[in-house]
C-alpha cells in the first residue's frame, strides 16, 4: 500500500473513533475493533458471490468479474495473513473450509426462488443506502479497493446510523493496515466472534447478499397472488427466510416486481400461535390503516402499517395476539438484526417512506411467508380453476333461488363479519332474499390462495344485479375439503 506510516495510524485512529462515536454497539479498545471488524465481515466481502451481485448494467462485464473474482481471492488471501494466520496450512485449511462452506451454501440454494440466472428478474433498485453498500461489495468483489474505500466512506457520512455499512468501511480500512500494526490477539478474536452483536451484523450481511445472488424467476409471482384485480395497485409478499420484502405494482398486464428490500422479523422467527410469543405471522393479511409518525414514539420510526391480524383463517385456528405492523426503526438505528421484532416486519426508515407512498389501505394485500414459491402465470391460472367453479355455482345457486344447493357452500360455522350465523340458514336465507331471483356480474375479482395444513383461499370481489349500476363489495373465505371449496367466512367491504 502506498500509505505512509503516519496515514496508517491516522486511519486507524479514523475507524476507532467512527467505532466509537458513531457505532454504540462497538465501544471497544482499539486492538478488540479491528479484531472484531476484520473477522466479522473479511470473508463476506472477499466471496467470490459478492462480485457476481451485480446487476445488468454489469452483464457486459463476466471476464472483468472472474479477474475481480481472482483478485477478491488475493486479497481475501492477504487479509487472511493479516489476520494472523499462524501457518500456511491452518490458512489453506481456512480457504478450504470457506470454500467448502460456499459450495454447501450453493447447493442448498438452487431451488426456490431460482438462483441467479440471465432470465432470473434483475436486481431491483431498494434503499438508496443499501443499493451503494452493495456497490461498495462489488466494488471490492472486482479488486477495487480503493475506490470501495471511499464509497464506503461516503456511505456511512450520509447514513451514520447505518450499522453495517460502519462494519464494512471499518474491513475496508483494516484491509490496509499491515499486519504487523493490524494482528489483534487470538483470544480477542475469539471472543469478538462470539459478540451477539457482531454475529448479527454478519447475518444481516449474508441474508442482503443472498437475497442479492438469488433472485425471483423471471415472469413469475409469488404462489399466493393467483389473481389480483387492477383495484389493488400493489401487492407485497414477506419471505422471511431471506429477510427480504418484495413490492409489486399491479396493472392489467399483471403483477411487476418494482422493488424489493431488507427487513427484520421476530425474535423467535414467524409462524405466530399466541400473544407474547415474538412471532411474526404467516398468512394472506391488508393493510388495515397508515398511522401518524407524530402519534407513534420514535421507536416505530417513520410509520407504521397495521395489518388484519389475526385474519379470520387465523381466528378459526385460535391463533391470538394482535397489533402486527409494518413499521420504521428507531432515528439511532438504521436496521435491525433478522430476528429481532416482537412479530412485527421492520424496515428501515427510507425504505419505509417508499412504501408508505404506494399501500392503499384495505386494499393492499400482505403476504407473510416462511419461504416464497414463484410460480409462472399459466401455473396462476392453474390453481384458480377449481375455486372459480365454485364461486360461479354459488352464484347461481343464489340467483335461481336454490337455498339446498346454496347451503351446500357453507360450512355450518360460517360467520358474516361479527355475527354468527345459525347453522348457515340465516346466511342462505338472506342471500335468496338479497339476490331476488336477479342474475349479478362479478368484477374487480382477486383470489389469493394461502396452504398451510389446511388450503384456504381470499376471495374478493364488487357484484352488480341486472339493472343497476352498483352493488356489494365482498371479501370472503373458503376452506378446501376434499374436492370442494367452502365458506367459512365472508365480509361485507361496502
Not at 389480483?228 to 414477506?238: D, E, K, N
Request: one cysteine or more; glycine letters at 8%.
Amino acid at each position: 500500500m502506498a500509505h505512509s506510516q503516519g496515514k496508517r495510524r491516522r486511519l486507524v485512529a479514523d475507524i476507532v473513533r467512527h467505532g466509537r462515536l458513531q457505532n454504540p454497539p462497538f465501544r471497544l479498545r482499539s486492538g478488540q475493533l479491528l479484531a472484531a471488524l476484520m473477522t466479522a465481515s473479511a470473508l463476506m466481502l472477499a466471496a467470490p458471490g459478492a462480485a457476481l451481485a451485480s446487476n445488468s448494467t454489469h452483464k457486459a462485464g463476466s471476464a472483468k468479474a472472474a479477474g475481480g473474482s481472482t483478485k477478491a481471492k488475493a486479497a481475501s488471501s492477504s487479509r487472511t495473513t493479516a489476520r494472523g494466520a499462524t501457518s500456511r496450512s491452518s490458512s489453506a485449511k481456512g480457504k478450504k473450509g470457506v470454500a467448502a462452506a460456499e459450495a454447501r451454501t450453493a447447493s442448498a440454494t438452487t431451488t426456490r426462488p431460482a438462483r441467479r440466472s440471465a432470465s432470473a428478474s434483475s436486481i431491483q433498485e431498494a434503499s438508496n443506502a443499501e443499493a451503494r453498500l452493495i456497490a461498495v461489495y462489488e466494488m471490492f468483489g472486482r479488486g477495487q479497493a480503493r475506490p470501495a474505500l471511499a464509497k464506503a466512506r461516503d456511505l456511512v457520512r450520509d447514513y451514520p446510523n447505518f450499522q453495517l455499512a460502519q462494519l464494512v468501511y471499518g474491513d475496508l480500512l483494516a484491509a490496509q493496515v499491515p499486519p504487523s500494526n493490524a494482528l489483534p490477539d487470538t483470544a480477542s478474536i475469539a471472543k469478538m466472534r462470539g459478540n451477539p452483536a457482531m454475529a448479527e451484523l454478519h447475518e444481516e450481511s449474508k441474508r442482503r447478499l443472498q437475497a442479492l445472488r438469488e433472485r425471483p424467476p423471471a415472469n413469475t409471482v409469488p404462489s399466493q397472488f393467483l389473481t389480483l384485480s387492477t383495484r389493488s395497485r400493489y401487492a407485497i409478499a414477506v419471505d422471511a427466510s431471506r429477510s427480504r420484502l418484495y413490492l409489486f405494482e399491479n396493472s392489467d398486464k399483471g403483477l411487476k416486481l418494482t422493488a424489493d428490500y431488507y427487513i427484520s422479523v421476530g425474535k423467535s422467527g414467524t409462524d405466530k400461535v399466541t400473544e407474547g410469543d415474538a412471532r411474526t405471522p404467516l398468512g394472506v393479511y391488508y393493510i388495515t390503516s397508515s398511522l401518524d409518525p407524530k402519534s407513534l414514539k420514535d421507536f416505530y420510526g417513520a410509520g407504521a402499517l397495521p395489518i388484519n391480524y389475526p385474519n379470520p383463517y387465523d381466528v378459526r385456528r385460535g391463533k391470538t395476539g394482535g397489533g402486527i405492523w409494518l413499521h420504521g426503526t428507531p432515528p439511532q438505528q438504521f436496521a435491525r438484526a433478522p430476528l429481532a421484532s416482537d412479530g412485527c416486519v421492520v424496515m428501515a426508515n427510507p425504505d419505509l417512506k417508499q412504501l408508505l407512498r404506494k399501500v392503499q389501505i384495505g386494499a393492499t394485500p400482505v403476504v407473510t411467508a416462511r419461504s416464497l414459491q414463484w410460480i409462472s402465470q399459466p401455473q396462476a391460472e392453474k390453481e384458480t380453476q377449481s375455486i372459480t367453479s365454485a364461486i360461479n355455482g354459488w352464484k347461481d345457486a343464489r340467483a335461481n333461488g336454490n337455498e339446498a344447493q346454496l347451503k351446500k357452500f357453507y360450512l355450518p360455522d360460517f360467520q358474516r363479519s361479527s355475527k354468527k350465523s345459525t347453522e348457515g340458514i340465516s346466511a342462505v336465507d338472506e342471500e335468496v332474499k338479497y339476490a331476488q331471483g336477479k342474475r349479478v356480474q362479478f368484477k374487480d375479482v382477486s383470489y389469493l390462495h394461502w396452504r398451510d395444513g389446511d388450503d384456504t383461499m381470499i376471495v374478493t370481489f364488487g357484484e352488480v344485479f341486472e339493472g343497476e349500476k352498483s352493488g356489494r363489495s365482498r371479501r370472503q373465505y373458503w376452506l378446501r375439503q376434499g374436492t370442494d371449496w367452502k365458506l367459512f367466512h365472508e365480509e361485507i367491504l361496502g
